[in-house]
């Protein structure tokens, strides 16, 4: 089964910075798009960055502009989210895709082979 493996999620204290990791499990990702996503309880799915197949456009939600960075961790098979400066409204389940299109306005159509998310948590 075609799927990504996220990881890295935790505790962590206002202000204070995670970083996430999404595997690709039987394919690799540097042909895709690839989208970070994530959910709070009681709220819809909401995109958070994307990065293209080739590393030349990177989109961000305003909420996270700025804090938050979307990169290849080197590896063929992974992708990475560096998350800085966390707020308690980070707080959700977080989760990795492949896209069809990363572009501006990211949303959970025309994604793919989607993990079990890591749950990343911010408070005092």
């Known amino acids: 089964q075609l799927q990504f493996v996220e990881s890295g999620g935790g505790l962590v204290q206002p202000g204070g910075s995670l970083r996430l990791s999404c595997a690709a499990s039987?394919?690799?990702?540097?042909?895709?798009?690839i989208g970070w996503f994530r959910q709070a309880p009681g709220k819809e799915r909401e995109g958070v960055a994307c990065?293209?197949?080739?590393?030349?456009?990177?989109y961000y939600a305003d909420s996270v502009k700025g804090r938050f960075t979307i990169f290849g961790d080197g590896a063929k098979s992974a992708m990475a989210l560096q998350m800085n400066s966390l707020k308690p409204e980070d707080t959700a389940v977080y989760y990795c895709?492949?896209?069809?299109?990363?572009?501006?306005?990211?949303?959970?159509?025309?994604?793919?082979?989607w993990g079990q998310g890591t749950q990343v948590t911010v408070s005092s």
């Open positions: 039987g394919f690799t990702v540097e042909y895709l798009d």
């Open positions: 990065i293209s197949s080739a590393g030349g456009r990177t």
């Open positions: 895709a492949a896209m069809n299109l990363c572009r501006v306005g990211i949303t959970t159509t025309g994604t793919h082979y």
